[in-house]
């Protein structure tokens, strides 16, 4: 079965940047019209971050012209590359493909904290 393997969560200060990797295996991006990040925060429900979707990428407004989310087919990974990060953006990050047959694939979510 498809797995997503997250990578790249850690602490930063306000303004810092991480970059988000998600390793696909047992498949392949090919069989994927979508994939891309929900962050989960406290108490909270799992929220679109972005995606890239038919080869198009949107982003929620809170992001947009701060987080590029991008993949690389060859290597089966997405990217989600974090710049000028705040606090609100500390939440417990997911990636996650949407097949053309089956059910959505979800990554084990990585840590985002950023500090004021």
């Known amino acids: 079965q498809v797995q997503l393997d997250e990578s790249g969560g850690g602490l930063v200060q306000a303004g810092g940047s991480l970059r988000l990797s998600c390793a696909m295996s047992?498949?392949?991006?090919?069989?994927?019209?979508?994939l891309g990040w929900f962050r989960q925060a406290p108490g909270r429900g799992k929220d679109l971050v972005a995606h890239?979707?038919?080869?198009?990428?949107s982003y929620v407004d809170s992001v947009r012209g701060r987080f590029t989310i991008s993949k690389d087919n060859a290597k089966n990974t997405m990217y989600l590359q974090m710049d000028s990060l705040k606090p609100e953006d500390t939440a417990v990050y997911f990636c996650?493909?949407?097949?053309?047959?089956?059910?959505?694939?979800w990554g084990q979510g990585t840590q985002v904290t950023v500090s004021s």
């Open positions: 996650y493909a949407d097949p053309r047959v089956g059910p959505r694939a």
């Open positions: 047992a498949d392949t991006f090919e069989n994927y019209n979508t």
């Open positions: 890239i979707s038919f080869g198009r990428a």
